[in-house]
Protein backbone atom coordinates (compact mmCIF):
# COMPACT_ATOMS: atom_id res chain seq x y z
CA UNK A 1 0.00 0.00 0.00
CA UNK A 2 3.17 2.30 0.39
CA UNK A 3 2.05 5.37 2.57
CA UNK A 4 -1.07 5.38 1.69
CA UNK A 5 -3.55 4.62 4.54
CA UNK A 6 -7.38 6.05 3.66
CA UNK A 7 -8.94 6.49 0.44
CA UNK A 8 -11.81 8.62 -0.11
CA UNK A 9 -14.88 8.74 -1.89
CA UNK A 10 -17.45 11.20 -2.79
CA UNK A 11 -21.06 9.95 -2.53
CA UNK A 12 -23.26 11.70 -5.39
CA UNK A 13 -22.19 10.82 -9.10
CA UNK A 14 -19.21 8.98 -7.35
CA UNK A 15 -20.84 5.85 -5.22
CA UNK A 16 -24.33 6.58 -6.33
CA UNK A 17 -25.83 7.85 -9.35
CA UNK A 18 -27.72 10.90 -9.60
CA UNK A 19 -30.94 9.57 -9.92
CA UNK A 20 -32.16 10.25 -6.13
CA UNK A 21 -31.01 13.54 -6.09
CA UNK A 22 -32.20 15.24 -9.42
CA UNK A 23 -35.30 13.85 -8.52
CA UNK A 24 -35.43 15.46 -4.91
CA UNK A 25 -34.28 19.25 -6.68
CA UNK A 26 -35.89 18.96 -9.33
CA UNK A 27 -38.77 16.90 -9.62
CA UNK A 28 -39.95 17.47 -5.41
CA UNK A 29 -39.21 20.37 -4.71
CA UNK A 30 -40.49 22.01 -7.80
CA UNK A 31 -44.03 19.84 -7.41
CA UNK A 32 -45.14 20.60 -4.06
CA UNK A 33 -44.30 24.58 -5.08
CA UNK A 34 -46.41 24.08 -8.29
CA UNK A 35 -49.26 22.83 -5.70
CA UNK A 36 -48.56 25.65 -3.45
CA UNK A 37 -48.79 28.48 -5.99
CA UNK A 38 -51.65 26.76 -8.58
CA UNK A 39 -49.22 27.02 -11.42
CA UNK A 40 -47.59 24.16 -13.48
CA UNK A 41 -45.10 21.91 -13.34
CA UNK A 42 -42.83 23.59 -15.90
CA UNK A 43 -43.59 27.12 -14.82
CA UNK A 44 -42.26 25.92 -11.36
CA UNK A 45 -39.98 24.26 -12.21
CA UNK A 46 -38.10 27.16 -13.73
CA UNK A 47 -38.62 29.26 -10.99
CA UNK A 48 -37.09 27.02 -8.64
CA UNK A 49 -34.14 26.71 -10.65
CA UNK A 50 -33.72 29.69 -10.98
CA UNK A 51 -33.55 30.29 -7.52
CA UNK A 52 -30.82 27.48 -6.95
CA UNK A 53 -28.80 29.28 -9.04
CA UNK A 54 -29.00 32.27 -7.38
CA UNK A 55 -27.52 30.50 -4.74
CA UNK A 56 -24.66 28.81 -6.21
CA UNK A 57 -23.34 25.21 -5.41
CA UNK A 58 -20.37 26.96 -3.25
CA UNK A 59 -22.60 28.07 -0.25
CA UNK A 60 -24.07 25.72 1.94
CA UNK A 61 -27.78 26.80 1.53
CA UNK A 62 -27.23 25.07 -2.18
CA UNK A 63 -27.80 21.72 -0.30
CA UNK A 64 -29.60 22.55 2.66
CA UNK A 65 -33.41 20.94 1.82
CA UNK A 66 -35.04 22.37 5.09
CA UNK A 67 -33.41 26.17 3.71
CA UNK A 68 -35.31 25.60 0.32
CA UNK A 69 -38.75 24.72 1.90
CA UNK A 70 -38.68 27.61 4.24
CA UNK A 71 -37.56 29.82 1.12
CA UNK A 72 -40.52 28.53 -0.69
CA UNK A 73 -43.03 28.21 2.14
CA UNK A 74 -44.04 24.62 1.14
CA UNK A 75 -46.17 22.45 3.39
CA UNK A 76 -44.00 19.46 3.50
CA UNK A 77 -41.51 18.39 5.37
CA UNK A 78 -37.66 16.64 4.33
CA UNK A 79 -37.84 13.57 5.36
CA UNK A 80 -41.62 13.44 3.52
CA UNK A 81 -39.66 14.57 0.07
CA UNK A 82 -36.86 12.33 0.31
CA UNK A 83 -39.29 8.96 1.03
CA UNK A 84 -40.96 10.14 -2.08
CA UNK A 85 -37.61 9.12 -3.99
CA UNK A 86 -35.70 6.32 -1.99
CA UNK A 87 -36.43 3.72 -4.39
CA UNK A 88 -34.57 5.63 -6.93
CA UNK A 89 -31.04 5.73 -4.94
CA UNK A 90 -28.70 3.04 -6.57
CA UNK A 91 -24.92 2.71 -6.56
CA UNK A 92 -23.04 2.46 -9.89
CA UNK A 93 -22.23 -1.21 -10.64
CA UNK A 94 -18.78 -1.67 -10.07
CA UNK A 95 -19.32 0.17 -6.90
CA UNK A 96 -19.81 -3.03 -4.71
CA UNK A 97 -16.98 -5.03 -6.03
CA UNK A 98 -14.23 -1.68 -5.78
CA UNK A 99 -15.49 -1.29 -2.36
CA UNK A 100 -15.11 -4.85 -1.48
CA UNK A 101 -11.76 -5.41 -3.31
CA UNK A 102 -9.79 -1.57 -1.88
CA UNK A 103 -10.94 -2.60 2.05
CA UNK A 104 -9.73 -6.07 1.70
CA UNK A 105 -6.23 -4.82 0.36
CA UNK A 106 -6.17 -3.13 3.88
CA UNK A 107 -7.13 0.19 2.90
CA UNK A 108 -9.33 2.20 5.01
CA UNK A 109 -12.64 3.85 3.46
CA UNK A 110 -14.18 6.78 3.97
CA UNK A 111 -16.79 9.01 2.21
CA UNK A 112 -16.72 12.98 1.89
CA UNK A 113 -19.29 14.51 0.76
CA UNK A 114 -21.25 17.77 0.46
CA UNK A 115 -25.21 16.39 0.82
CA UNK A 116 -26.53 16.56 4.08
CA UNK A 117 -26.71 14.11 6.65
CA UNK A 118 -30.42 13.15 5.96
CA UNK A 119 -29.07 12.57 1.79
CA UNK A 120 -26.02 10.49 2.76
CA UNK A 121 -27.58 8.32 5.75
CA UNK A 122 -30.48 7.46 3.64
CA UNK A 123 -28.52 7.00 0.50
CA UNK A 124 -25.89 4.41 2.06
CA UNK A 125 -28.46 2.77 4.51
CA UNK A 126 -30.43 1.91 1.19
CA UNK A 127 -27.50 0.90 -0.89
CA UNK A 128 -26.48 -1.72 1.82
CA UNK A 129 -22.71 -0.27 1.67
CA UNK A 130 -22.47 1.52 4.32
CA UNK A 131 -20.58 -1.04 6.51
CA UNK A 132 -17.56 -0.42 3.99
CA UNK A 133 -17.18 3.02 5.65
CA UNK A 134 -14.97 3.92 8.34
CA UNK A 135 -16.23 7.14 8.59
CA UNK A 136 -18.80 9.12 6.54
CA UNK A 137 -18.49 12.96 6.58
CA UNK A 138 -21.37 15.44 5.67
CA UNK A 139 -19.04 18.74 5.02
CA UNK A 140 -22.52 20.38 5.16
CA UNK A 141 -23.85 19.39 8.17
CA UNK A 142 -20.86 18.24 10.34
CA UNK A 143 -18.64 21.19 9.24
CA UNK A 144 -20.61 24.06 8.19
CA UNK A 145 -18.42 23.94 5.00
CA UNK A 146 -18.35 23.44 1.52
CA UNK A 147 -15.58 21.00 -0.56
CA UNK A 148 -14.36 24.36 -1.83
CA UNK A 149 -13.14 24.89 1.34
CA UNK A 150 -9.36 23.12 2.24
CA UNK A 151 -9.65 23.24 5.70
CA UNK A 152 -12.63 20.61 5.36
CA UNK A 153 -9.72 18.51 3.95
CA UNK A 154 -7.45 19.30 6.62
CA UNK A 155 -10.14 18.31 9.19
CA UNK A 156 -11.04 14.98 7.81
CA UNK A 157 -7.22 14.12 7.59
CA UNK A 158 -6.92 15.32 11.51
CA UNK A 159 -10.35 13.41 13.11
CA UNK A 160 -8.74 10.67 10.67
CA UNK A 161 -4.73 11.17 12.22
CA UNK A 162 -3.26 11.02 8.75
CA UNK A 163 -1.07 13.65 7.12
CA UNK A 164 -2.54 14.48 3.33
CA UNK A 165 0.03 12.69 2.03
CA UNK A 166 -1.64 9.17 3.55
CA UNK A 167 -5.37 9.98 1.26
CA UNK A 168 -6.31 9.18 -1.96
CA UNK A 169 -9.67 11.00 -3.16
CA UNK A 170 -11.79 10.81 -5.80
CA UNK A 171 -14.83 11.99 -6.76
CA UNK A 172 -16.97 13.95 -9.94
CA UNK A 173 -16.57 17.23 -8.92
CA UNK A 174 -13.32 18.80 -10.85
CA UNK A 175 -13.47 21.69 -8.11
CA UNK A 176 -14.14 20.00 -4.80
CA UNK A 177 -13.20 16.54 -5.39
CA UNK A 178 -10.00 17.43 -7.99
CA UNK A 179 -8.43 20.80 -7.27
CA UNK A 180 -8.96 21.77 -4.04
CA UNK A 181 -7.75 18.08 -2.12
CA UNK A 182 -4.59 18.06 -4.51
CA UNK A 183 -3.43 21.57 -3.15
CA UNK A 184 -3.61 20.30 -0.15
CA UNK A 185 -1.40 17.24 -0.84
CA UNK A 186 -3.78 14.53 -1.35
CA UNK A 187 -3.46 11.86 -3.78
CA UNK A 188 -7.01 13.05 -5.79
CA UNK A 189 -8.33 11.61 -8.96
CA UNK A 190 -10.98 13.17 -11.14
CA UNK A 191 -14.33 10.70 -12.22
CA UNK A 192 -14.91 11.72 -15.69
CA UNK A 193 -17.75 9.09 -16.03
CA UNK A 194 -18.87 10.91 -19.52
CA UNK A 195 -15.42 11.85 -20.87
CA UNK A 196 -13.23 10.87 -23.11
CA UNK A 197 -10.36 12.42 -22.21
CA UNK A 198 -7.01 10.39 -21.07
CA UNK A 199 -5.49 11.97 -17.69
CA UNK A 200 -3.16 10.56 -15.07
CA UNK A 201 -5.55 12.89 -12.59
CA UNK A 202 -8.60 11.44 -14.52
CA UNK A 203 -10.83 8.03 -14.25
CA UNK A 204 -13.75 7.01 -16.48
CA UNK A 205 -15.24 4.41 -13.59
CA UNK A 206 -14.29 3.25 -10.39
CA UNK A 207 -12.46 0.05 -11.61
CA UNK A 208 -9.71 2.02 -13.26
CA UNK A 209 -9.08 3.48 -9.28
CA UNK A 210 -7.48 -0.22 -8.65
CA UNK A 211 -4.77 0.86 -11.21
CA UNK A 212 -3.78 3.92 -9.11
CA UNK A 213 -3.16 2.88 -6.28
CA UNK A 214 -1.33 0.00 -7.35
CA UNK A 215 0.76 2.36 -9.33
CA UNK A 216 0.93 4.72 -6.11
CA UNK A 217 2.01 1.43 -3.41
Request: charged letters at 35%; one cysteine or more.
Amino acid sequence: MGNIRIVSFDLDGTITDTSFVDSVWLEGIPRSYALKRDISFDEAKKYVKREYDKVGREKIEWYDLRHWIMMFDLDISPAEILNQYRNKIRVFPEVPRILKETRDRGFRLIVITNARREFADLELERTSIAHYFERVFSSTSDFGLVKKSISLYEKVCGICGITPVEMVHVGDDRLFDFEVPESLGIHAYFLDRRGKREEKSIIHNLLELKEKLQNLG
